[in-house]
């Protein structure tokens, strides 16, 4: 399991650079990379509805221009070794429930780090001499890239044994009436989502917070039932 979860941070941290620093193929959508992170675990139905779920949430949130929101892409590589772990012992669609619960989360973590990165490449570009601004560009580029790499990769890494490490401790604890209500989070995290998409005037924090709303309210409906 280790290894699958250093060989999902890896492709998941070179497929998140697509989301700002390179290339720009949209692979860093949720709803492609969950998958693909899903196929290195065998559970690709997995990923998708992993992906499919954080895809939702932000589908009306997208970084454009010097708009960053919190990042879904940060998200769906921590999120989706969880949910495939959680797989492998209870439903599928309770791991997703549960891998969303302990996950989402992380979106302030990843955009914390891009902002980081952002500021720090700042500091790279030292232009004092113009006739070797060529050669500057080419190297502090360069440079810039290997570094958010390498800091994706660790924080990727990090945060996925950890939550992992966190939910095969907790899942042998989970009463029947909580699993039963996990089962829902996906289908409640895909209703806001689409309701996202009409929404005016209202920020993603309301979303986040109309998710966490409405997990409760379902935790309670199947504990008193």
């Known amino acids: 399991m280790i290894f699958r979860v250093v060989a999902s941070s890896i492709i998941s941290s070179i497929l998140w650079m ?9 692979v860093s959508r949720p709803i492609i990379m969950a998958p693909i992170l899903g196929l290195v675990f065998g559970e ?10 954080l895809e939702l949430l932000w589908l009306n949130s997208p970084p454009v221009g010097s708009f960053l929101p919190e990042d879904e892409s940060f998200c769906a590589a921590v999120a989706t070794p969880v949910a495939c772990y959680a797989a492998s012992t209870m439903d599928v669609n ?4 549960l891998s969303l619960v302990l996950s989402i989360p992380s ?58 490490a966190l939910v095969h401790f907790i899942i042998p604890h989970i009463p029947g009436d909580m699993n039963s ?21 209202r920020s993603l924090k309301m979303d986040i917070m109309s998710f966490l709303m409405g997990l409760l ?8 039932w």
């Open 18 to 26: 697509d989301r700002a620093y390179v290339f720009q193929f949209m």
């Open 44 to 53: 690709v139905q997995t990923g998708l509805l992993t992906g499919a779920c």
């Open 94 to 97: 309770a791991a997703v429930g």
């Open 107 to 164: 979106v302030f973590i990843g955009r914390a780090i891009d902002t980081y990165q952002r500021k720090a490449n700042e500091s790279l570009m030292d232009m004092q001499k113009s006739e070797e601004l060529d050669r500057l560009i080419g190297r502090n580029l360069a440079k810039a890239l290997l570094f958010t790499l390498i800091r994706i990769f660790l924080a990727i890494l990090v945060l996925s044994l950890t939550v992992v």
């Open 181 to 201: 209500a996990l089962k829902c989070i996906p289908y409640l995290s895909i209703t806001i989502g689409l309701a996202s998409l009409v929404r005016t005037g």
């Open 217 to 224: 309210t379902v935790v309670v409906l199947e504990w008193i």
